[in-house]
């Protein structure tokens, strides 16, 4: 069974840069696995936020990017602002399923 | 704009039935494949499944086959989960997200609808 690792929990200092990272528990995220992110805040809905890797959704700050760090897919926030404390989600295609990561609290403080 | 609302959530026991339904407007319903994806209360996200366009080819999760029946209206503009034989592990908030195959990705996604599963 693939399981999509997410560290459990993160802090920055606003102003400061964070990224959080998307692995595999057998094997190399690449771009062939569509890597996308996803931010949650308590009782909404998921927002879209990276999609294919690198491609920001419509409207997401620029200091959200994407990309592939090592084995790993990441999400990198440069210049953390309050309002981006949330819980953040990795999403991995494997073909016929998705399997998402256990998600990402990050604190912003 | 693009907008996807479900409904039909509700308290329901263990081994019973319910239907969650996903209104979708502001884009060509028929054009594109679309997710259910749901969260247990304090949970991650867990991928339910996924229906193409056409309602040609269904995928499901493990947790779900075989108990569970994604659908789609498209003269409706509507995206049905049937859930069967439900089980405690099944209370969630269920989320309906449509699908944009050309980089493989879920958005926008529905405010969900939480369905309980208890005695």
């Known amino acids: 069974q693939t399981v999509v690792t997410q560290e459990p929990s993160f802090s920055v200092s606003p102003g400061g840069t964070v990224t959080l990272t998307c692995g595999l528990s057998?094997?190399?995220?690449?771009?062939?696995?569509?890597p996308s992110w996803y931010q949650q805040t308590p009782g909404q809905a998921p927002r879209t936020l990276i999609y294919?890797?690198?491609i920001r959704s419509s409207g997401v700050p620029d200091r959200f990017s994407g990309s592939i760090l090592g084995n790993k897919a990441a999400l990198t926030i440069t210049g953390a602002q309050t309002d981006d404390e949330s819980d953040y989600y990795c999403?991995?295609?494997?073909?016929?399923?998705?399997?998402f990561g256990g998600g990402t609290k990050l604190t912003v403080l | 704009q693009v907008q996807l609302v479900e409904s039909g959530g509700g308290v329901v026991q263990p081994g019973s039935s319910l239907r969650v339904s996903c209104a979708a407007s502001?884009?060509?319903?028929?054009?594109?494949?679309m997710h259910w994806v749901r969260q247990a209360p304090g949970k991650g996200l867990e991928w339910v499944a996924l229906i193409w366009s056409n309602g040609s080819k269904k995928y499901y999760g493990d947790s779900v086959k075989g108990r569970f029946t994604i659908s789609r209206d498209n003269s409706k503009n509507m995206l049905n989960l049937q859930m069967n034989n439900l089980r405690a592990e099944d209370t969630a908030v269920y989320y309906c997200?449509?699908?944009?195959?050309?980089?493989?990705?879920?958005?926008?996604w529905g405010q969900g609808t939480l369905v309980t599963v208890s005695s």
């Open positions: 999403v991995l295609s494997m073909g016929s399923n998705w399997v």
């Open positions: 294919n890797t690198k």
């Open positions: 997200a449509r699908w944009a195959e050309d980089n493989n990705w879920f958005d926008p």
């Open positions: 057998s094997g190399s995220v690449s771009t062939n696995y569509y």
């Open positions: 502001g884009f060509t319903f028929s054009s594109y494949g």
